[in-house]
């Protein structure tokens, strides 16, 4: 069976500019998480949802970062007005229990 | 503070010799677990290994294995028999209130970068 997918795998985008990165959890996974891994760190926590339901959105930086999952299955997170700081990789995450499955994430550089 | 501190940050083994990466994790939950993840240079994080906060044994999943010592609040990973594919970045992470339907976040370390040599 296939992984987490994300897309685009690369994204440069101008500051300012709005992005959405996608993620197509594995089937039947009912939890989903997003993660941002700057350059030499570990993941950071952003938010995960449990099917449709966002239930901890306490990582998301500003207010320019917004999540959705709208019918609990593909999930995107959108930074609106991208600064120099976002620039980082997107990790995406499922689970059906303890373990989480992670994508090849998405890399976001903000000229 | 810090709720998982990784102090390592380059490790180097030669190859076919077993070596420790180091975790000490911070937390006042008695429910949690701590899971180890590894991430090539390709990008992705791949899960090694779990322990709970209640299990009585430490965990083993092939030549991985977990020091669990909860007084501590130290989860080594342990690897055994090291292989040129084992050079990757290495990530302790902790969920707490793991068995009480708390938050399903994962914590991360910085990492520990081991290189095996030939």
């Known amino acids: 069976g296939a992984g987490v997918s994300q897309s685009p795998r690369y994204k440069v985008a101008k500051r300012g500019q709005d992005v959405a990165l996608r993620c197509d959890p594995i089937s039947g996974h009912v939890s989903l998480f997003w993660y941002q891994q700057a350059l030499g760190q570990g993941p950071e926590f952003l938010t995960y949802f449990q099917n449709e339901a966002q239930l901890d959105k306490s990582g998301l930086p500003s207010d320019r970062f917004f999540a959705e999952r709208p019918e609990g299955s593909v999930s995107t997170l959108k930074i609106q007005r991208t600064q120099q700081e976002d620039s980082a990789v997107y990790l995406c995450?499922?689970?059906?229990?303890?373990?989480?499955?992670f994508g090849p994430g998405t890399r976001l550089t903000v000229l | 503070a810090q709720k998982i501190t990784q102090t390592q940050p380059g490790m180097f083994v030669q190859e076919k010799e077993a070596v420790t990466l180091d975790c000490t994790y911070d937390t006042s939950d008695p429910s949690y677990g701590l899971f180890w993840y590894k991430q090539p240079s390709s990008g992705e994080m791949i899960f090694l290994i779990y322990?709970?906060?209640?299990?009585?044994q430490n965990a083993t999943e092939g030549r991985y294995s977990l020091n669990f010592q909860k007084a501590r609040k130290s989860a080594n990973l342990v690897i055994s028999a090291s292989q040129l594919g084992d050079s990757a970045m290495y990530f302790c992470a902790m969920r707490e209130g793991a068995l009480q339907g708390g938050s399903e976040k994962l914590v991360f370390g910085k990492g520990t970068k081991l290189t095996v040599n030939p």
């Open positions: 322990q709970g906060s209640y299990d009585q």
């Open positions: 995450a499922s689970s059906f229990g303890l373990e989480q499955f």
